[in-house]
Structures are given as structure tokens and as C-alpha cells.
């Protein structure tokens, strides 16, 4: 191995120079709900938005600013600050003004998360600027500060040391209902110190097709999804030992929002191989996070190995009863056109079908593409979040 | 008006000379499970079937023996015959041999509906045609037979009269989950005596465009789904008259299932207008009855309007923040970038969605394009449903 990647504490502000907290400006309850990232020197920053076409304000903002280098992001939750128009943008404008009276601040910007179509309460955030110390260095309030459903904080960070010498790596998402193929309700924020020599948002771009990409947790697709990677220069780079590094936050981020999907029990890797290719695989993959019936099926810990079949017959791709294969772990249900599940199979894949984690293998036996998708199962309580999430 | 349709008794024995029944072959506790439609005529049949790529045996039988012409259509429920591959066909063969010999049967089929990935219990099967009376015309013993997890039987007659005649025309249906855009586990059995003289594969595939394929439970989409239409070509024939009752027909048919979606506690109607073209409009309605958070906001009769925007932009149609307009029946919501949402209008729109049924009106405000998709909430009890379906 020419690298070594060594979990460490710290999440985002594992990098030197980098500060982090959150305050409790009232929108929740009792939690930290306005938080901020600020880096001593300007960091270089790309981005990956939400395809949904009514973008929010913050990410508007982003764009229209084209800002590719910053020092500062402000985050909350509660409040998506999505379908405000031109409004929502001139609260952002004034907020910025804002900040720069209580802190150096370039090109700073934001990122919001929460109900849909309703203008944020500027006041309030400012009195949460108002507490804000700069100089904390707290990863941990801030991954509080932008939990919506989340039942628990997602934080990650990692020291890579190697040949070419070593850099730092951090992150902080929040996610549960609304995940799905085009990254939806989901905010990541990674920092580096790693002084990359390559395209960042062409890695990022990379490295977020099986990671964020490969999750769902219901389907929809938010107004507000976003993933920031930043970089303050200041350590090495080899580039085999940055994607790796940057994949492995990703995935535990990415795993992490999967496990705590809302009211998820249980978090499930669909592997599809043989199929036409990556593609189709991919599509076959997604689809069966998706279907309510696999989902249910998870839920209830049936092995009902039909609607898997049932899923990828639906989804489009080219398959053949004959030549698809389907196991739960190293249990084979169904082989090319022969029916495996006997009651002694079933109650071995039931069995396996208990656990909090378990793979789920599909075989087209047409080709060479494979995709692995993240998914989890559909519980009453999903149904209860979301049936009472305003209320 | 140049004809005048009128409800009727009798469902699909509403027709001289056809027949149908159903027993009880054992597979349900205490239900009937086999059923038949025969006709003392032979009719013309045409077929409209499920997009899944794994077609069940039945489906593969009709298509394989290109059946045209028929007197008798056997129907199962709790058993789909998919994924059963050469042998389910063979089973099938076996079934319609036995039929023979009880019966006088030309190019008879069969139909078929349940748990995926099991073969049929043909003795049973050949038990339940022992019993069947051949001469019965009781459609409500045969649209019972075919239930899954429907809690209603759906049949519905119509006799059409005009200036051109009269004809008669009835149906039989069962919905409940899977049920989704390319229809799904559905199946549906329409008899008339119009004698019809344009392409009635045609006629019926524009109608089912409009009503079978403008619902959605699950988003799912089973190996099974078929829509049958025969006719006995006893009665006269309008082309215009015969559109409209087949539409009726369809129309309540496809309600009926949405209305006893599994678990659904209501039933919305998504009415997508100002959309760049039909597809468009389509894609967008059809997205709003398959979102979760949509449907699990029907079931809070919570006018998150927000989550019904997010999900619009989401689909990938072309829409804009400034002429997006959506509203619950006549509450308007959200109008070309201005948010109505009150307290006072919040409390009306809540008012309205604690009906049975009611209509959310989107106008994209772009083009001409409309299209009303017809869906309903996701409950509790739909998981319920489904984590245990097979137990």
C-alpha cells in the first residue's frame, strides 16, 4: 500500500484552520439549528446541486455569484428557503451584509434545509450570527445544526499519509427522507487541506455517482441537495490517495443517511451484476430501492423474492427469466429458471433478513455491467414522519 | 345528445349469452378464488398487457398461441404464475386441456393473479372446474374470484342506445397495490355486443391512455396486469357512442381500484395543466401520485404545497418558480412566485383534503399540455399490507 488512511476525530474541522459550531436560534425545539463553517485562509470550493428544477434560493445564489472560492458558509435548518423567488435571494444578500460586520468574510454563502415555501425568519439568524464564536471548533454542533428528521449526527474525518506525504479530510452530512438517485434533501460539506492538482468537481462529480447517487431512501429528489468540497491548500496530494480518501468519507456519509433514512430498520445493498451494462445495472439497482414493494417486503423480512424479480422486469432493463439469478447473501433463491425456495431456504433467508445490514445479489447474466445501490426498508413510522412532518 | 348511456346490473354478463362465475378452489380461506367468463358465441378478443419484461405464463400463452378468437377465459387468484418459466405454460396447457372435457371450449385462455414465483396448484384448479356451473351469470362471484388484497369487488354494465341501435357493455376489474403507469397487477375483463368495426385494439389502447394508465397506488408494475376486451358482435355499433362507454367503463373501473388502493384512505385527482406538451403534462401528474412525501402529505391532510412544487421540478418537466400555480380545489396556494399560504387559506385547503376525494389543480403556465393523473394517500396500513402480504 502507498497510502495509509487513518480514521480521526474532528469531522470538518479535522483541517488546521478550519472552524465550525452551531447555536440554537429557535426554529428547533431544543437543538442547534444555525451553524457555520469559516476557514482561516480563502479555500477553493466546488459544488454538485440538485437536478430539481426549482433550485432553492442558496443555491441560486451560488451560481449566480459563481463563487469558486470562499472562506465562510452559513448553514440552518427548518427552513429550505425554496420557492421564495427573488425574495429568498435578497434575504441570503442580507445576511451576507450581515455577517461581514461581525467577521472577515469572502465570498461567503450558504446552505439551507427544511420546509418548503416559506420565507426565512432573517431576525432570528441574526441573533444566531449574533452568538456565533469563530474561533470554535466544533464539527460536532454544527452536524446538529443541520439535522432536519436526522435521529443522529453524521460526521467523518480521515488523516492519509503516504510516499507523497499526507493531507487531512473531513465531512459532515445530514439526510434522512427525500434521498434518492439525484441526491435529494441532503447537505455534505467536505474539507481538505489536500492541494489538488486535478479537476475537484470532476472527482467529486466521480466519486458522488456510487456514493450519494447509489442511496434512496424514498424516491424524491429536494430542492435543496448540495455537496461542497473545499480545499485550504495547505497539505500534499497524490491523486489515487485523495479518491480513495474522498470516497471513503462519502460512502460512510452516504451508508450513514441510508441507516437513518426515516423510520428505516434496516439499510440493504442491492448488487446487480450481468447486466447489458453499468447503465442498465444501475437503473435495475435504483429501481429496486425504490419499489414500495420491495421495501415493505424488507420491512417485513420476507424473502418474496418474486417482487425483486418483479422490480427489474419493471424497470426497463433488458433480463430473461432464464438467465436472472437472485440470492440474499450466500442463500440462492432463484437460478436461471429454477425455483429454489424451499421452506429450509426461506427460513435461512428469513433468517438473514432479521439483521440491521444485508446484501442482496442479482444476477442478469446477460453482460459485464454491475451497480451497487443503497436502500432501506418502509415502516409504519416513515409514514408517521411524513404524514406529521409540518405539524 | 345522440345516444344515452345508461348503468346497468350484470357486469360483464350484462351481454346475451355470455356467462361467469366463481368458486372456491380452497386457495383463499373461505373466498371465492377460480372463476370463468364463457360465451355461448365465440368472440373477438384483443388484449392490452403489462411492460414488466418477466410476462407471466398466462400472458406468454395468449401471445405464443396468438388467440384472436375465444369462448372462455379461466381466471385464478393468490397464484401469478410468473417467473414459473416453460412449466408454467405447460401448466396452463394441462388446465385447458381438462377444460375440454367439461366444456366446449374454442381457443379458450387463462388469467391469472397473486404471489409471484410459486407454480399452480393445478389440482385444486381442476377441482374448481368441476364446480363451476357453466350456465351461472353471476359476475359478482367471478369479480370476487379474482381479488387480491382488494376489499371491494369492482363491476360496472352500461346499455347504450342511439339513433345507430343499442349495444351493451360491461366490465369486471381487480386493483388494489402494484398499481402504477403501465398498469399493474390489474386485471381487467370487458364484454360487449357492439359490433364494433374500427381496430379495437386501438380503441381500447387510447382509452386505457387515459384511465388505466392515469392511476397509480404503489408505482409498481407487475408481470401480470392484462385488460381484455371481447365482443359477442351481437348489438349495432357508433364509433363515438362505443368510445364513451368504454370509457365510462374504464374510467370507473380505474377509480374504483385507486379508491381501494391498499390502505389509501382517499383518493386525489391531479390535475396538470400549462405543461410544454401532453408528455410533459403527463410525467408531471403521474410523478405527483407516485411521490411519497406527496402521498404521505394526502395522508396527513397537510397542504404542504411545497412538497407538491418539489416534486414538479423533480420530475424534469419544464417549469418556472414565477409561473408555477397549484391549488386544492379552488384555494389557491402558490400563484406565479407568490405564496397565498395563510393561516386562514392552510385551515381551508386542510378542510378540503379531509374529504374522500378532491382535485389539486397545477398549471405549469408554459403550454397547452394537460393531463389528470389519479392517485391516492399512503397510510399505515399499506405497510401493513405489504410487509405481510405473504404471511
Redesign the interface.
Known amino acids: 500500500m502507498k497510502f495509509r488512511i487513518t480514521p480521526v476525530n474532528g469531522g470538518v474541522c479535522v483541517v488546521d484552520g478550519i472552524f465550525a459550531s452551531g447555536v440554537k436560534a429557535g426554529f428547533k425545539k431544543d437543538d442547534f439549528d444555525v451553524g457555520f463553517i469559516r476557514s482561516e485562509k480563502e479555500m477553493d470550493i466546488v459544488y454538485l446541486f440538485t ?4 433550485q432553492a434560493a442558496p443555491i441560486k445564489y451560488v451560481k449566480r455569484k459563481n463563487i469558486k472560492k470562499t472562506n465562510f458558509i452559513l448553514a440552518n435548518s427548518k427552513n ?1 428557503n ?4 427573488e425574495e429568498g435571494i435578497k434575504d441570503i444578500e442580507e445576511l451576507m451584509e450581515y455577517l461581514k460586520e461581525k467577521v472577515e468574510v469572502k465570498n461567503p454563502l450558504m446552505s439551507s434545509t427544511g ?5 426565512l425568519d432573517k431576525e432570528k439568524i441574526k441573533k444566531a450570527i449574533d452568538k456565533f464564536n469563530f474561533s470554535e471548533k466544533n464539527s460536532y454542533a454544527f452536524s446538529r445544526a443541520i439535522m432536519t428528521t436526522d435521529s443522529f449526527p453524521k460526521e467523518v474525518a480521515f488523516e492519509v499519509e503516504g510516499e507523497f506525504g499526507k493531507f487531512k479530510i473531513g465531512g459532515v452530512a445530514k439526510g434522512a ?2 434521498i434518492n438517485p ?1 441526491m ?1 434533501t441532503m447537505l455534505c460539506f467536505i474539507t481538505t487541506d489536500a492541494d489538488i492538482k486535478d479537476d475537484m468537481r470532476e472527482i467529486l462529480k466521480e466519486i458522488n455517482e456510487i456514493t450519494f447517487n447509489a442511496i434512496s431512501v ?6 435543496n441537495d448540495s455537496v461542497f468540497l473545499m480545499t485550504t491548500r495547505e497539505g500534499d496530494y497524490d491523486k489515487e490517495a485523495f479518491r480513495e480518501a474522498l470516497y471513503q468519507v462519502m460512502l460512510k456519509l452516504a451508508l450513514d443517511i441510508v441507516r437513518d433514512g426515516e423510520g428505516a430498520t434496516k439499510s440493504v445493498a442491492f448488487v446487480v451484476s450481468g447486466a447489458k451494462n453499468k447503465e442498465e445495472a444501475k437503473k435495475a439497482a435504483k429501481a429496486l430501492t ?4 420491495v421495501k ?2 424488507l ?2 423480512e ?1 424473502p ?4 425483486f ?6 424497470s ?7 438467465k436472472l439469478k437472485i440470492a440474499i447473501e450466500n442463500v440462492v433463491l ?1 437460478d436461471r ?1 429454477k ?1 429454489l ?1 424451499t421452506k429450509e431456504v426461506e427460513k435461512k433467508a428469513h433468517e438473514i433478513m432479521k439483521r440491521d445490514s444485508f446484501k442482496i445479489y442479482i444476477d442478469l447474466g446477460i453482460g459485464e455491467g454491475s451497480f451497487t445501490a443503497y436502500g432501506c426498508d ?3 413510522e ?3 414522519i ?6
Chains 1, 2 share one sequence.
Open positions: 437536478t430539481n428544477r426549482f429550505a425554496a420557492l421564495t423567488g420546509v418548503i415555501g416559506v420565507r427522507g427525500m439525484a435529494a424514498d424516491g424524491d429528489t429536494s430542492t425504490n419499489s414500495l414493494l415493505t417486503a420491512f417485513g420476507d418474496n423474492w418474486g417482487r424479480a418483479s422490480t427489474v422486469g419493471a426497463g432493463v433488458e433480463c430473461y427469466e432464464d432463484y429458471g425455483i425456495m418502509l415502516s409504519y416513515y409514514v408517521k411524513n404524514a406529521e412532518y409540518r405539524t
